[in-house]
């Protein structure tokens, strides 16, 4: 009996299923032009079911194991849905409603780590072709994600001497009134050491030269008499080199003039036109061996001394 039941129970429900679709009205189609459409309500009914249906295609198209085919088919139709969706947003503000275009939460385009990617249509409305989901990761469709690597752009010659100035050279340093201070600083402290070593060295060089005795140097100033003989011998060495110089100096001197003197030869040199007339001879006589022969040349020599010829 259970089952008589089941089954008039089923038979019921289908009955009951069955009346209440005939009691509804057939459901409309979305018109294919936007254009058709004269009634606000049922525009913003058609662009509110596109919407469910952009929500719904872009939820399937994050599973990455549906396969390449099937993700560009979804990628397509969600950009086609978004098409549409622009011609529904353009027909409301047509027939007097909201202008959805400027909203200002529209969705942004970000890339495969999240990051929002600077495109013309971020809302999807206008020209261009959207990538979503899975589809990012597609061979061809991951390198436009990609960012270029930077390229660091070399300069010219040009470009770097433009950016020279005067601050480059220092000449700026001392406009800040940093750097005269210290150098005075430095400069004063200097001046003191040399000062007090030039003091020094002349308080035991006339200690020294007082306490000299038979070429021994005898303590001065309180200290050995190594500082003095020091100090003597480098005055002595300094006059050792300075009259070297001057021997060095006076035997250049008597080598220019040895070589200025006027040389006089014990023996007859040729001039200049006897130079040129042997050099001519010879350039001849290398002419001869090469275009003629040995007899000929030999016969030449016969005719000349016939002849008293000397050329």
Request: proline share 4%; hydrophobic share 30%.
């Amino acid at each position: 009996m259970a089952r008589n039941e089941e089954k008039a129970q089923s038979m019921l429900n289908r009955f009951i299923t069955m009346k209440q679709e005939e009691k509804r009205k057939p459901r409309e189609r979305r018109p294919y032009l936007a254009s058709e459409c004269r009634d606000l309500a049922d525009a913003e009914r058609w662009r509110s079911e596109i919407l469910r249906e952009i929500g719904a295609k872009v939820a399937e198209i994050q599973n990455e194991g549906l396969g390449e085919h099937r993700l560009r088919d979804l990628n397509d139709e969600i950009n086609k849905l978004l098409r549409e969706r622009g011609h529904w947003e353009r027909r409301i503000v047509e027939l007097g409603g909201r202008d959805y275009s400027r909203s200002s939460n529209a969705p942004l385009m970000t890339d495969l780590d999240g990051n929002i990617v600077a495109v013309p249509n971020p809302s999807g409305r206008g020209p261009g072709y959207r990538y979503f989901g899975a589809a990012r990761k597609l061979p061809g469709v991951r390198e436009l994600f990609e960012k270029p690597p930077e390229t660091r752009k070399r300069r010219t010659r040009y470009e770097i001497h433009k950016r020279i100035n005067a601050g480059y050279y220092g000449y700026y340093d001392d406009e800040d009134g940093v750097l005269e201070p210290l150098e005075a600083a430095a400069e004063k402290r200097m001046r003191a050491e040399v000062i007090a070593e030039w003091h020094r060295v002349e308080r035991v060089r006339r200690e020294a030269m007082k306490g000299v005795v038979s070429g021994e140097v005898v303590t001065a100033g309180g200290r050995g008499g190594e500082a003095a003989r020091e100090v003597l011998f480098e005055g002595v060495e300094e006059e050792v080199e300075e009259e070297r110089k001057r021997e060095e100096e006076k035997r250049e001197r008597e080598k220019g003039e040895e070589a200025g003197r006027e040389f006089v030869a014990h023996v007859p040199l040729p001039d200049e036109k006897e130079i040129e007339r042997m050099v001519l001879e010879k350039k001849k006589k290398e002419l001869l061996s090469k275009y003629t022969s040995d007899a000929l040349q030999v016969e030449q020599e016969e005719a000349k001394e016939m002849l008293n010829v000397r050329r």
